[in-house]
C-alpha cells in the first residue's frame, strides 16, 4: 500500500488501494508531516473530493489531509502541516 511522505501529492492506481471499511471507503496510509510515524486512514470516496483536518494517532497533532476522487476512486491525496 502506498505510503504519503509529508508535502507530497501521490498517483497511484485506485484499484490497488485495499477495501477496507465498505464500497465506499478507501484505506490509504500516511505519513505524519510532524514525527514521521505512519498510519492508516478511512476516506469516504462517496464524498467526493474533500480537505479535512486529522489528528495523528501517534504525536496527535493537526495535519490537513486534502483527497482527490475520480469516478468514486482515490486519484491524489496531499498531506501538510495545518
Given at each position: 500500500?502506498?505510503?504519503?511522505r509529508?508535502?507530497?501529492?501521490?498517483?497511484?492506481?485506485?484499484?490497488?488501494?485495499?477495501?477496507?471499511?465498505?464500497?465506499?471507503?478507501?484505506?490509504?496510509?500516511?505519513?505524519?508531516?510532524?514525527?514521521?510515524?505512519?498510519?492508516?486512514?478511512?476516506?469516504?470516496?462517496?464524498?467526493?473530493?474533500?480537505?479535512?483536518?486529522?489528528?495523528?494517532?501517534?504525536?496527535?497533532?493537526?495535519?490537513?489531509?486534502?483527497v482527490?476522487?475520480?469516478d468514486?476512486?482515490?486519484?491524489?491525496?496531499?498531506?501538510?502541516?495545518?
Amino acid at each position: 500500500m502506498p505510503v504519503l511522505r509529508a508535502g507530497a501529492v501521490l498517483q497511484f492506481d485506485p484499484r490497488t488501494l485495499r477495501r477496507t471499511v465498505s464500497a465506499m471507503h478507501d484505506s490509504v496510509h500516511i505519513e505524519c508531516p510532524h514525527c514521521g510515524e505512519t498510519f492508516s486512514l478511512a476516506v469516504d470516496v462517496s464524498e467526493g473530493s474533500a480537505e479535512f483536518t486529522v489528528d495523528c494517532e501517534v504525536c496527535c497533532r493537526p495535519m490537513v489531509v486534502s483527497v482527490q476522487v475520480a469516478d468514486g476512486e482515490i486519484s491524489g491525496l496531499d498531506v501538510v502541516v495545518e
